[in-house]
């Protein structure tokens, strides 16, 4: 649980499910997240080899974010804790 704690971790996790994404994307994807607080997660989600981050030689430089084979790992358990919280929705609006 270490590895995926900090508030919006998950999300962050969640949203690199599907491929690299840059900051801005990753940012569009989790709209309440500010830039700070992403930039911290992402920090703390490399330390722990959860992603790497690329920096691609363009002009201007730009930085995407990918999964590492860990954070692939996590995947499922984010799956089954999402597929969870669908059901307790649902079972509270009955």
Known sequence: MAVISGAWAP????SLRA???RFSEL????PPISAKVLSTRLSELEDRGVLVR???PTSPPSTE???????T???PALDAIVQVGHRLK???ST
């Open 54 to 56: 690329h920096v691609r």
């Open 65 to 71: 974010y990918e999964l590492t084979d860990l954070g």
């Open 11 to 14: 999300n962050v996790i969640w």
């Open 90 to 92: 649902t079972r509270a």
């Open 73 to 75: 790992e996590l995947l």
């Open 27 to 30: 940012r569009a994807d989790i």
């Open 19 to 21: 491929g690299p994404r």
